[in-house]
């Protein structure tokens, strides 16, 4: 089978100060029906065959600059069941495809937090998972609340694996993907499309996730579809900063497409799923999932740990605790 994927590189309007939780959530609702026309109209301009739509990171809020955790929260999390995921959900039902964003999420189980929550939504407008950022800076994470998440959750949980008509499908946002373990652990449960939403630095330069994405995809034999923003508006940051660079690359690393710079259908190619899968079932030097040797490496994540879990339990969510905890990681690494 194969079928065209999009990084649909969108301009991402940011929720800003002054915003009430009613007014934020009435931008969100205005810019789906953007969304919605620039994927119709992609859509016609590429093909009916366009099943797999990818948009960026935080597509309908920005990212949080100075808002405390508890504020960027009540403002802009998404709820599970509210009214932003209806209105996507009934989005992709008219458009019939496959769907993937990026979103603030609150968590009924965790009601002091948000999680960062890439997610795929199928053409019957069912949400197909959820993928919760794994490793984050400045905002919390299930690590932070490994015990309790677990409990709530389970282990496989983390590293969720949609299996669809158009392929085996994961998420993996922002900064997962330069940590080879995430996209591994999903290549492992039987990823074949790895959907990455970014809002990252884009430069013409090679910079480190564009290296990454190349990196996954070679060690996983799988296609990276990654999208990045247009540009975020409403930020105090230059509005440009994140504007470009979409890419999908393929199961041999390959970059397929890129898109240059401003909102932009340029990052679309063909998923050809029989090439993929005869690659993997190939024997050959060049076959790296067949060759993995698990046990050699499984001992040595046993015995160190880095950044320690479980950190939110008993401290508020606030960035400067973000900082000092990495503070205290580099202590422990370099004394």
């Not at 002054?18 to 969100?28: I, K, L, P, V």
Request: with cysteine.
């Amino acid at each position: 089978m194969s079928y065209k994927a999009l990084a649909l590189q969108l301009n991402c309007q940011s929720i800003t100060n002054s915003q009430t939780r009613d007014e934020a959530e009435f931008m969100m609702l205005r810019s789906i029906e953007r969304i919605e026309t620039q994927i119709a109209a992609s859509i016609g301009h590429i093909g009916r065959d366009t099943l797999l739509i990818v948009a960026p990171e935080s597509f309908l809020t920005g990212i949080p600059t100075r808002e405390t955790i508890h504020e960027w929260r009540e403002k802009a999390a998404l709820e599970i069941n509210g009214p932003i995921y209806e209105a996507l959900s009934a989005m992709v039902q008219r458009q019939q495809v496959y769907f993937s964003g990026n979103a603030y999420e609150q968590d009924p189980f965790f009601p002091e937090l948000y999680f960062q929550t890439s997610f795929i939504i199928g053409p019957n407008g069912d949400v197909l998972l959820r993928y919760r950022q794994l490793n984050a800076m400045y905002a919390p994470t299930p690590h932070d609340v490994w015990e309790l998440y677990l409990d709530a959750y389970g282990y496989d949980s983390l590293f969720p694996v949609a299996r669809t008509n158009i392929g085996n499908l994961a998420c993996l946002s922002s900064d997962d993907i330069l940590f080879p373990e995430v996209a591994r652990c999903l290549a492992m449960r039987g990823a074949e499309v790895l959907l990455h939403s970014a809002s990252e630095i884009a430069s013409p330069l090679q910079t480190p996730r564009k290296i990454a994405k190349q990196a996954r995809a070679i060690e996983n034999m799988a296609y990276v579809v990654s999208a990045n923003s247009a540009g975020v508006s409403g930020s105090p940051l230059p509005a440009e900063t994140t504007d470009g660079h979409s890419r999908i690359v393929d199961h041999k690393g390959i970059v397929l497409a890129e898109a240059a710079y401003g909102e932009s259908l340029v990052a679309n190619a063909d998923i050809d799923l029989a090439a993929l899968r005869e690659f993997r079932q190939r024997p050959a030097l060049a076959n790296l999932l067949a060759r993995q040797r698990y046990e050699l490496y499984a001992n040595s994540y046993a015995q160190h740990s880095v950044y320690p879990p479980d950190t939110l339990l008993s401290q508020p969510a606030e960035r400067a605790f973000f900082v000092r905890t990495q503070q205290e990681v580099i202590k422990k690494l370099y004394s």
